[in-house]
């Protein structure tokens, strides 16, 4: 039976093509999952398993009018077609989703029973999903945090501003792990061969939950920019004067006991940031 990966380009979609090369990976340009006609026209036959690495992730963007609804096309409205299709064709939908769909007031490590508290268009989007998918029969909902893989994303940002000689502000005040894409590929590989139950996983890297300046520093060590300081700031003054932003959950970390029980245990993630800062160039 054949593999589909969705959302082909992006970060996660990378990496799950790098240890599945004989999946089937489409871009938007192959299949909008966000168009009804195209999921329910695409020919599913001979497909064991979609998995959809495909979303509109601009958070700050799905703020705004037109992103709202994009970000509810692609990250909610889509879940009912593929679910549909899932059903008809008799398939494994692997979906993921983000820490977003919570407020980030939790003290302790979030597990997969708590209850949906989105704080922005693009959490309440994604919370959209993680109901829709459940209209999957066969479906896994991996819901993850900060991922950094081949693509935009923080760790990058961090390089590049180093490279430049800048000394960053960085919020201090927002908790959470990386999860590298190659970790979170593997964990959905894992789900899948090892045939876990249905339902709900949280899969992140494992180790110390740390702020991204912290984050930020791990990198600026690493790559020795030692002549410039990460600087602390809160979330709130970071934001301030920028109503069109987003509001952030302070606190990201999800519990991996149910992905551990399992048989997986995600590498910790400054394990997968010294190889991440290894393998990418300047
Ligand atoms: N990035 C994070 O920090 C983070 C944190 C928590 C959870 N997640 C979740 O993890 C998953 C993977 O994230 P990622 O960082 O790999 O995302 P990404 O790099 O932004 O990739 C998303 C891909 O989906 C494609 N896409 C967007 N709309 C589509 C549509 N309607 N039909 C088909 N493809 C579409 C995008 O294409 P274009 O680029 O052409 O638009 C892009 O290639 C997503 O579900 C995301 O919500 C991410």
Redesign the pocket.
Known sequence: MKTII????????NALQEIMPEAIALT?DD????SRDAVMVYDWSGVGTVIN?????NVDGAETSEGRVTAWR?NAQ?LSYLSQAANKHDFTLVH????YVFDGTAKSPMDETTPFSPLSAYGAS?AGGDLTVSLANKHYLVR????V?K?N?FVRTMIGLGERGISPTVVSDQIGRLTF?NTLAEGIQHLLTKNAPYGTYNLTNEGEPVSWAEVARSVFKARSFNELTVIDQTTADYFAGKPEAAKRPLYSVLSLNKIKATGFTPRNWRDDLTDYLTETPS
Do not use: F, R
Not at 31 to 34: A, P
Not at 96 to 99: A, D, H, Q, R
């Open positions: 969705l959302g082909a380009g992006g970060q996660l979609a938007i299949l909008d999952i966000s690495a495909a979303a509109y992730t692609a889509a993921v989703s983000s820490e994604k993850t945090s900060w991922v893989g693509g994303n894409a």
